[in-house]
Each structure stands twice: as structure tokens, then as C-alpha cells.
């Protein structure tokens, strides 16, 4: 009597999934052209348990299309397919695959060696499955290995061509190289670059265990396949042409593929690739079907899945569901820069997309003030466990967040993108991935944080009033960036009018002002800097003093005689209050002050953990747009202040100020995430 639990599926696929081939491509893009017609698949994987699973077959398991099944249960199914019978053939099972199947079919895509291995492979698969019909991905080698084996299907396993999936955001020089045994350099011409996948990462580049094929093709701008030492990536090329991207192939292929790709020689590629006109980013009409006979369309597959399988048991499938959420992730940084440049991103989306952010920040109770829905996760500093357990525990987090949300995509500011977060994202193959990720990088700052740029869908830089003195490891990767004007919080709409901003801060309508805010104290002793600088402003009667007190502050800043308290957010909603301002030079102050014409004395975080705020302080001071004071010659801040007190000085500085201030660039980037989220 059967006691054992019988898993039962439509359709079955087993195969080696750790394997480098085309092979888990086509069963990926299988599965999700099944799926969404409703058959319930299951995968048997082969593969050593050390060995991981294909990043194309992991997001299935991940989405839901499919159900991982071990090699020792019991299994019913209609149709069962073997999608690597090479290695399905060899593998050292442990268990005999109990597997009752109305058909079992046998997909060949590469000539095993010789036809003794190919005679062996057959006679293992039928003591495992019992009658085994076979096929394969081309006709000759169909018709060969029907020639030997005998009984077979009457039709090639063509690759399925799935439709859709989004486009690179700006078209621009990218070639990607695709090599089944190795990925070979391609000759460019100048000013186009390469990113390369094949077995082994190269610089630039990604390993096949790193990426789905959907996230490789969605970054580059034309394909090149010159790898004739294995075999052709059907899939590849298949999805590639669908999509609209112009596919460049040796001639020897064409006999085998047709028309669709663009057939020349290595050494004619430079040429042609100077030659060939970019289309549109996913424009429909810049797509069309690939003519080749080697593919077939999902409506085809399905079809043939009818034919095989029958009618799917069940109707409709989690791939139609609406995607309409974005993750905004910020790091931890000591202040609140990163996270108030994803709420200025947020507040600009359309109402039909909703933010959900995901922080490490401890200035995380603006988000409740805002009204945005949030997750806190502690940051490893306060979490207290070593950095790979830490990336480790929050793949796992986010692949919960991932899985109930579903979101379009995931937007990260920082400096660093966390190995745990990429790893998550990875496990989704249709959430699309963008950095925001500002310039004016120290020359000291580790230009390997940049390595990370290759795992995501579009990098966003906002650009900084002081730009043009950057001279940090960013500066020099501009052609991977879509570039945005400077992102504030703030239009300048929202931002109160002198005499409304004074009365809400109870400061005098007709006496001076000014505003101290120099940062939380994270990075340098704030408390001391600020002593300097009340105590030089105290020489001047009826000078008002008002200093920001940071919300991740270190320590809660005592009130000094005269002395306003701002705890509030956002200050620069408060900026017109004020006749001049002793600042730090970080990014969200800096760019809003001098956008908003305010005079400035400009203190830099000279910390080695930020950003190169001296760099913008100097250019401020070189444009007549404020005072570069470096912290160590903060004694020396009072004649600098005698100087603003000076309503013409002020009203010269508020000109140099506006004159090279830039618009707020935070529509500009919502609009970019909303059209790499499928919502343009």
C-alpha cells in the first residue's frame, strides 16, 4: 500500500540547476510561460546540495511559479521533461527518483561527446523513468540523435521567446558579451564599454550564478555572442532580439538561427556597432518578434504544452498580479541625508505607485510624520553581530519583505550597497534595482564600493552645485549614471516667507539672525564648535541665535543664553527666517542654502567617513556664495560674521548664491523610478 505523500504537478522538470548553460535560461523562461497559463510545475534538481541554484531558477522557486521537489519523494505528473539528460544521466542520486509521468521527454541541447555516451545516457533515463522519448533544441541534432536511438519526437524543443520585460532606462554604449564557456573580449570602438558574462566574474562583469538573464540584458545596449567553443545561447539571443536589442553573431550560426540576428566577423564588429541606430528603450515598435524558426512564441510553447500535458489544471497565476509598490532603502548614515532624499523622491511619485521604505536610520519617526508606510531594521553597528552574519540575516528579511510586497522595484541611498540586500534582490527576478548615489566621494573613499554599480538597473546620480570640484571615484563613472539636478525636499513654494517663518520661531521681525547647524555630532564634537560660534556672535546686540539640533544627534545640545532650540524637520522649510547661516557643507545643507540664496559660512565634516564637503565649501567660497571656514580655524569665525552683518555683503553673496544655484532635481529622479518600475 502507497503511505508515502505524493506530490502531484502538471508538469515536472528535472535537471541540474547549478549548471552554467543555456539550459536553466530556457527552463526559466519555460516555467514562467507555463506558470502564467496556469499548470503547476515542480523542479527536481540534480545538482550537489553544495552547489547553488541558478539565479533564473531560484527566482522561480522564489515568485511561486514552481515548487522545489527532493529526488526521493514520489511524484505524479503528466509530463515530465529532462532538461539536462547529460547530467541527469551521470548524477551520483542517492535515491532512485520515484516518478510516475504520462510522458517523459528528454531535451538535448548539446552533443553529449560521442554516441556510446549518448546510447549510455539514454539507457540510464529509461531504468529511471521507464520510456523515455527524446528531442532537441535544433533539428540536426534531432535528427542525429533519432538516427541513433530511434524513437523520438516529431518537432524540435524550439526556445521559447517570452514577451516583455523592461528595457535599460537610457540607451547608451553597452555591448554585453555572453559566453557559454568563456566570455570573450569583444573589440569596441572608442567610448562604448563591455560587460561580460560567462562562468567566471571579469571586471565590470558578472558570473552566471550572479544575475538573471533578464537583469543582465535590461543593462546593456546591444548583445555579442563570439564564443564558439560551446554552445549557442538560444535563450539569450531569443530574449535579446525580443526585446529590440540588436544581436551581433558569428557567421557561422546563421545557418542555424536565421534571420533576426546581425551576422559579421569580430573584426567587422567596431564598425558595425558605430553603424547601427539605437532604439527606442522599451518602445514597443523598437521590439519585434524574432523571425528565426530556432524560437517560438508562448502562444506556440503553449501549444505544444497542450499536446503534451493537456489543459492546465488550474487558471491565472501570480505572474499577472499588479505591481504597484516601491522599496526606498536607506543606510544608516550618521545624519539623515540619504533617507530625506528617498522621502523628496517619494513625495513626486504618482499616486497609483506606493512607497514603502525599509531604513536603518535612527531618524526613522520622520517617515511616521510624512505618513509613509516603513520597516526599521537595526543597522549592524547597533544590531552588535559581525558584518557577513549581519548581510546574512537581512537577506533573509528581505526576501519576507520581497515576498509579501512584490514590489516593481527597490531604490537604495548610500554609499555601499549592503552584500545582504543585493543578494535578496537577486531572488527576484522582476524587481528592478536602482542606486542613488551622490557624488563628491573623498579621494580617500574606497572606489571598490563601486563595484556594486553592475548589479543594478539604473544608477541615479543628483547632481551638486559644486559639481564641478568633484574629484572622487564617482567623477570618473559618468557614463554608467542617469544624471538629475540637485534633489531637496523642498520646492521653493514650500518654503515660508520671512516675516511667516519669523513668527513661527518667535524670532524679532526686524533683528538679525542666525542659524547654527552643523550636523549631528556623530562624526566631530559639534557641542565645542557651537560654543565658538554663539559665543563670537554674542559680541553683536541683538543678534538672534538659533541652533538645529540634529535628530540622530549624539546627545541632546543644551540651550546656551540667547539661544534657540530647533528640533523640528525640515529646517529649510524655515530658511527665509534667517539673514545668514554658520553651516556644515553636507550635501542636503549645502545645496539647499545656496539654492535658497542664503549666505553662509560653510564648516566642513572633515571626517574621513564623509563626504568631501570641503571641496564644496571652497567652491562657495571661490563663487562669492559664502565662506570656507575648516573646523580647526573656527577661533578664528568672528570677523567672517562682522563681515555678514553687513546687509550689502549679505544681499552681494545672496546674488553669487542664486546665480549659480540649480532646480530640485527630486521630480526629475521619481520620474526615472517610475519608468525603470513599468510606470512611465
Not at 532580439?241 to 557561422?252: D, H, N, Q
Not at 537595526?378 to 519576507?400: C, F, I, K, R
Not at 570640484?469 to 513654494?493: F, M, Q
Request: a neutral charge.
Amino acid at each position: 500500500m502507497q503511505t508515502t505523500r505524493i506530490d502531484r504537478f502538471d508538469i515536472t522538470v528535472i535537471a541540474d540547476f547549478s549548471s552554467h548553460s543555456d539550459d536553466c535560461w530556457r527552463v526559466g523562461e519555460e516555467v514562467r510561460c507555463a506558470a502564467a497559463a496556469g499548470y503547476s510545475i515542480g523542479l527536481i534538481n540534480v545538482a550537489d546540495p553544495s552547489q547553488r541554484a541558478h539565479p533564473d531558477i531560484a527566482a522561480c522557486f522564489f515568485e511561486g511559479l514552481a515548487t522545489p521537489v527532493g529526488s526521493d519523494g514520489w511524484i505524479e505528473t503528466k509530463l515530465l521533461l529532462i532538461a539536462t539528460p547529460e547530467r541527469v544521466g551521470s548524477a551520483d542520486l542517492r535515491h532512485r527518483p520515484h516518478v510516475r509521468a504520462r510522458h517523459s521527454l528528454a531535451v538535448l541541447s548539446q552533443w553529449p561527446g560521442s554516441k556510446e555516451e549518448l546510447q549510455r545516457i539514454d539507457a540510464k533515463l529509461r531504468f529511471l523513468f521507464g520510456e523515455v522519448r527524446w528531442t532537441a533544441v535544433a533539428s540536426p541534432l534531432l535528427a542525429e540523435a533519432l538516427k541513433l536511438l530511434g524513437a523520438g519526437a516529431a518537432e524540435t524543443w524550439r526556445t521559447v521567446v517570452r514577451s516583455g520585460g523592461p528595457r535599460k532606462v537610457s540607451p547608451g554604449a553597452v555591448t554585453g558579451a555572453i559566453g557559454l564557456r568563456c566570455a570573450p573580449a569583444v573589440p569596441l570602438p572608442e567610448g562604448m564599454r563591455t560587460v561580460r558574462l560567462g562562468p567566471q566574474r571579469s571586471a565590470g562583469g558578472f558570473a552566471f550564478d550572479e544575475i538573471t538573464l533578464e537583469r543582465f540584458l535590461s543593462r546593456i545596449d546591444h548583445l555579442a555572442c563570439f564564443d564558439l567553443s560551446g554552445p549557442i545561447p538560444r535563450t539569450a539571443i531569443g530574449k535579446a532580439l525580443e526585446l529590440g536589442l540588436p544581436v551581433f553573431l558569428p557567421t557561422e550560426w546563421k545557418e542555424e538561427l536565421e534571420s533576426g540576428p546581425i551576422y559579421v566577423r569580430p573584426e567587422e564588429l567596431p564598425l558595425r556597432l558605430l553603424r547601427q541606430k539605437p532604439r527606442a528603450a522599451s518602445s514597443p515598435a523598437g521590439r519585434r518578434r524574432a523571425a528565426s524558426a530556432a524560437f517560438c512564441s508562448e502562444a506556440e510553447f503553449i501549444g505544444r504544452l497542450l499536446r503534451l500535458a493537456g489543459p492546465a489544471s488550474k487558471r491565472g497565476s501570480r505572474t499577472a498580479k499588479r505591481r504597484d509598490r516601491i522599496f526606498l532603502i536607506s543606510s544608516n548614515g550618521v545624519g539623515i541625508g540619504h533617507l530625506t532624499r528617498l522621502i523628496s523622491v517619494a513625495r513626486r511619485m504618482k499616486k497609483d505607485l506606493e512607497p514603502v521604505f525599509i531604513t536603518f536610520s535612527q531618524g526613522v519617526s520622520i517617515l511616521e510624520q510624512f505618513g509613509y508606510a516603513f520597516h526599521y531594521l537595526p543597522s549592524q553597528m547597533h544590531a552588535g553581530v559581525d558584518y557577513a552574519a549581519w548581510n546574512g540575516w537581512l537577506t533573509s528579511e528581505l526576501d519576507e519583505l520581497l515576498a509579501v510586497h512584490e514590489p516593481a522595484a527597490m531604490v537604495y541611498d548610500g554609499n555601499n550597497p549592503y552584500p545582504g540586500m543585493l543578494a535578496a534582490a537577486a531572488h527576484s527576478s522582476r524587481t528592478r534595482l536602482c542606486w542613488i548615489r551622490r557624488g563628491m566621494w573623498r579621494p580617500t573613499h574606497d572606489p571598490n564600493f563601486l563595484s556594486g554599480s553592475r548589479h543594478f538597473d539604473l544608477v541615479l546620480e543628483p547632481d551638486d552645485i559644486a559639481a564641478t570640484a568633484d574629484r572622487g571615484a564617482t567623477s570618473e563613472r559618468r557614463e554608467e549614471v542617469t544624471a538629475v539636478p540637485p534633489i531637496r525636499l523642498l520646492d521653493e513654494s514650500e518654503i515660508l516667507a520671512r516675516d511667516e517663518a519669523r513668527r513661527e520661531l518667535g524670532l524679532h521681525p526686524k533683528h538679525p539672525a542666525v542659524l547654527i547647524q552643523l550636523g549631528s555630532g556623530g562624526t566631530r564634537d559639534v557641542s565645542y564648535l557651537i560654543d565658538l560660534a554663539v559665543e563670537a556672535l554674542a559680541r553683536f546686540e541683538k543678534v538672534q541665535i538659533a541652533v538645529v539640533e540634529w535628530l540622530v544627534g549624539t546627545e541632546r545640545l543644551k540651550l546656551w543664553p540667547r539661544v534657540r532650540l530647533i528640533r523640528g524637520f525640515p529646517v529649510s522649510r524655515y530658511l527665509n527666517a534667517f539673514d545668514f547661516t554658520v553651516s556644515a557643507a553636507s550635501y542636503n545643507a549645502f545645496n539647499e542654502t545656496i539654492s535658497s540664496g542664503l549666505p553662509a559660512v560653510f564648516v566642513p565634516n572633515e571626517h574621513a567617513s564623509m563626504d568631501d564637503q570641503s571641496a564644496r565649501a571652497a567652491f562657495a567660497e571661490i563663487n562669492g556664495a559664502g565662506f570656507h571656514l575648516p573646523e580647526g580655524q573656527m577661533r578664528d569665525i568672528g570677523p567672517i560674521l562682522e563681515t555678514l552683518l553687513d546687509p550689502t555683503t549679505r544681499a552681494l553673496i545672496r546674488l553669487n548664491a542664486l546665480r549659480i544655484a540649480k532646480p530640485n532635481g527630486a521630480a526629475a529622479a521619481a520620474e526615472a523610478i517610475q519608468s525603470l518600475a513599468g510606470h512611465g
